[in-house]
């Protein structure tokens, strides 16, 4: 189950996408899926080569070396590393927010040169605009979108704060409202644009303990179900146990300058205990890669 | 015609220079001795804490005039008048840098305060071994942030001397500028024009930023390295501080909270007039008894008097008032899309910081004779020094709050897909605005400060370069030519209410407003 890479494995596309995008028959590697077993498209995203290097004081910094990874559809992708290693700056090329020295990211077959509104963003310190509510924070998410009316953001964004568990704090400004609920806001935000991928970065670790391990129960079924738009969710953490709770695949990078040290596929049924016997043996799967 | 020569004016740099660390040395004995006591010691704290505040919020440059006459009078002689010169260059940097003493002794973790309170250390060994240590780093800290505004003082000072032949300085930058202007001396002046730049180049770039690494070593805790190494975060910082302590906002100890909340109150408000009040009869009998050729009124005024000069200041005082918020409105047309403009791009803000920051401690009052000569019209004239006076605050502030703000808020526009004047109107603007509103109250007080020059000027003989039609710093000027001590202290008292009035009743609720509604806290 378990696929470790050295320092230079690279990924070769198995498939390639047809411009009109058609969902194509794919071979699943030897980590099969436990969510998506039988019909899969190609990779959602598809991380090709990265490499970053910043220019400090005419010194050259290598951040990341060489780092390729893919999500397929309806997978939960976690990225961990020691702290500093760059994850931030993958998911942040990802985004379209920074260029790669080298190497490209692709979505859903299509190079991302710049952000895209398909790609949203939930970030650490949620980063609420506290001039405004949360229904208008919501809204925020939805200015570039010209087909809506006014009217009908704003029906749009309070469905999401209900969707989220938010209903009745429409009109409350976030400095009113708790980590937990400013994170919750966060996540309709990015709901709202009805994004196909959706990039967090380390969603919980600006909350105490009690109030992530609350919202992770919830967030796996609110991301990734029938009715949602999101096609593959990549999340940024540095914290084992909820990566292994929530993830289907696990990219280990290393210390700087990062590469991929190894990639897990984890099979748990969900939901996941997280006192299970087999959640600490996956645990220690991931440990064991980051020692 | 070159009549003056570099040595000279390197002489007058050296005068400066040396008024400037004398009034430096004196304000930092102050700082250590007042500031340690205020700090150590309940009783005193609760008196020195609101009394620094007032001090910090009054325009001591109104106040010139009635120090100089006091010092004359006293000491009738060229060191009189140099003393006076320093006194209020001490004025604009002491009371900042005892609040960094004191805030520093305050701040020192309770451990090294037990520590040194076993019983074989003594009081001095502490002071010495402990408190002063302690204290390094905010005195450098709050000399780099107030030098601009000392400049600003000396320059004031050493031209405003000028009026009158029985006391002037005699050498120093500020009296070179002025007297190559009135002898339109235009080469000589821009030279000593250039070299107070250089001198402040020299001064601010190369001693007090390795005073200020060096005193590092001297800090408990570490700060934050951006904030460490970018001058204009210290710089916004102090200024932050030094606008919230306007306000009389200041509440580091419960004690001190407990002092100000009964100070404010109306009945200590008339407690407190009436020792003002008392203090300058005693200072008008003072002057009579001497009975010295100076202006000083030989018997006390008539209330009709009063009540007429009280007349013609207020009408001033409406003038500068009026002048002041138009200017402002410019500054703030220009400084906010310039602070804003400057601060999203991070190469634009590198190369430019270091070049406003030059341009911006020039001492607007220098220029005046410069500008003067482009256009007689005295409100335009007085508009520029006004502007060219606050307009860096605001820049600055804005600046600094938008760079102190996380990167991610400025990743929102980009993963939203939000356009440039969305942008500008729902994040840039409203994140800028606590910062903008410090910005503006310490701009709004150092217009006051300005005014002084600004509304009217004279070097020597009646003409005066510069006049307004009315305004408060014309009839303080005026006043203290004609040595009328009645119209001058009027003036300075009314102006000083107004502004403490105004600092109270309307931006202590703005920021109040401000920093509940836009502080960026997550």
């Not at chain 1, 292994?244 to 969900?270: C, F, W």
């Not at chain 2, 060229?78 to 006194?87: A, H, P, R, T």
């Not at chain 2, 006043?479 to 001058?488: I, K, V």
Request: proline letters at 4%; charged letters at 15%.
């Amino acid at each position: 189950m378990t696929l470790i890479r050295g320092e230079n494995w690279r990924y070769v596309p198995m498939v390639v996408l047809s411009s009109n995008n058609a969902p194509i028959k794919f071979e699943a590697k030897a980590g099969q899926d436990s969510v998506s077993g039988q019909t899969l498209q190609g990779p959602v995203v598809d991380v090709e080569r990265i490499s970053l290097e910043f220019t400090k004081e005419r010194d050259q910094l290598p951040v990341l070396a060489d780092v390729s990874m893919t999500a397929l559809q309806d997978q939960f992708v976690s990225i961990t590393g020691p702290s500093g290693c760059g994850k931030s700056s993958l998911l942040r090329i990802i985004a379209g927010l920074h260029k790669a020295t080298s190497g490209t990211v692709k979505f859903n077959g299509t190079e991302i040169t710049q952000p895209r509104s398909e790609i949203a963003m939930i970030f650490q310190n949620f980063v609420l605009l506290p001039w405004r509510t949360a229904l208008e924070n919501v809204m925020f998410a939805l200015s570039s979108k010209r087909e809506y009316s006014e009217d009908e953001k704003r029906d749009k964004a309070t469905k999401m704060l209900d969707h989220v568990g938010l209903k009745g704090f429409e009109n409350v400004f976030p400095g009113e409202l708790s980590g937990g609920m400013k994170q919750r806001v966060g996540i309709a935000r990015a709901l709202a644009l009805e994004p196909e991928v959706l990039l967090m970065d380390e969603p919980f670790s600006s909350l105490d303990d009690l109030t992530a391990g609350l919202l992770r129960k919830e967030v796996y079924s609110l991301l990734i179900n029938p009715s949602s738009s999101i096609q593959a969710v990549i999340m940024v953490s540095h914290n084992v146990e909820e990566v292994v709770e929530l993830s289907d695949k696990v990219i280990v990078l290393s210390q700087r300058p990062a590469h991929v040290v190894g990639e897990v596929n984890i099979t748990l049924p969900r939901p996941r205990d997280r006192k299970s016997p087999d959640f600490y043996t996956w645990m220690d799967k991931i440990y064991s890669l980051l020692a | 015609m070159t009549s003056f020569s570099l040595f000279e004016i390197f002489l007058d740099l050296a005068y400066s220079w040396t008024r400037m660390f004398i009034a430096l040395l004196l304000s930092i004995l102050f700082s250590l001795t007042v500031g340690i006591l205020a700090a150590r010691n309940k009783r005193a704290e609760a008196v020195i804490v609101p009394l620094l505040d007032v001090f910090q919020s009054i325009p001591i440059l109104g106040f010139f005039p009635i120090v100089i006459l006091g010092v004359i009078a006293i000491i009738p002689s060229q060191i009189g008048v140099d003393l006076s010169v320093i006194l209020l260059i001490f004025t604009s940097l002491a009371w900042n840098i005892t609040f960094g003493v004191y805030e520093a002794v305050k701040s020192i973790p309770h451990d090294y305060i037990e520590l040194s309170l076993m019983p074989d250390v003594g009081s001095w060994r502490r002071i010495t071994n402990l408190y002063i240590p302690a204290s390094i780093s905010r005195i450098v800290y709050n000399t780099e942030t107030s030098w601009a505004v000392g400049l600003f003082y000396l320059i004031s000072s050493e031209i405003l001397t000028l009026g009158k032949s029985s006391y002037t300085v005699t050498h120093g930058i500020g009296v070179a500028i002025i007297t190559f202007a009135s002898a339109n001396d235009w080469t000589g002046y821009t030279y000593s024009i250039i070299s107070l730049l250089v001198a402040v180049v020299i001064w601010q770039f190369v001693f007090l930023r390795e005073f200020a690494l060096w005193s590092e070593r001297y800090k408990f805790v570490e700060e934050p390295r951006g904030v460490r190494q970018d001058p204009l975060m210290r710089f916004y910082s102090w200024m932050t501080h030094k606008s919230i302590s306007k306000l009389f906002l200041y509440s580091h100890s419960r004690g001190v909270t407990k002092f100000s909340s009964t100070f404010y109150r109306f009945k200590d408000g008339i407690k407190y007039s009436i020792v003002i009040l008392l203090a300058i009869f005693i200072a008008f009998e003072l002057g009579a008894s001497w009975n010295l050729n100076i202006g000083f009124p030989t018997q006390i005024p008539t209330l009709a008097s009063i009540l007429s000069t009280e007349k013609n200041v207020i009408v001033s005082l409406a003038y500068s008032f009026v002048r002041i918020w138009y200017v402002y409105f410019f500054c703030v047309m220009v400084g906010v899309p310039l602070g804003i403009g400057v601060s999203l791009n991070s190469k634009l803000y590198d190369g430019l910081t270091p070049v406003i920051e030059t341009i911006a401690s020039v001492p607007a009052p220098a220029l005046l004779p410069a500008i003067a000569l482009v256009t007689h019209q005295g409100e335009l004239v007085a508009a520029i020094i006004i502007f060219l006076g606050m307009i860096w605050y605001i820049v600055f502030n804005v600046m600094a709050g938008i760079r102190s703000l996380p990167a991610e808020l400025f990743e929102l526009r980009s993963v939203f897909h939000i356009s440039r004047v969305q942008a500008w109107r729902d994040i840039y603007l409203p994140a800028a605005a606590t910062a903008f509103v410090s910005g503006s109250i310490v701009a709004i007080g150092a217009a006051w400060n300005t005014l002084i020059v600004a509304e009217f000027f004279i070097v020597s003989g009646s003409t005066p370069i510069t006049q307004v039609h009315a305004g408060i710093g014309k009839t303080i000027a005026l006043a203290t030519n004609q040595g009328d001590l009645l119209s001058l202290t009027l003036a300075v008292l009314s102006m000083t209410a107004l502004i403490v009035t105004f600092n109270l009743v309307v931006w202590r609720r703005v920021y109040h407003y401000t920093t509940k509604r836009y502080a960026y806290n997550r």
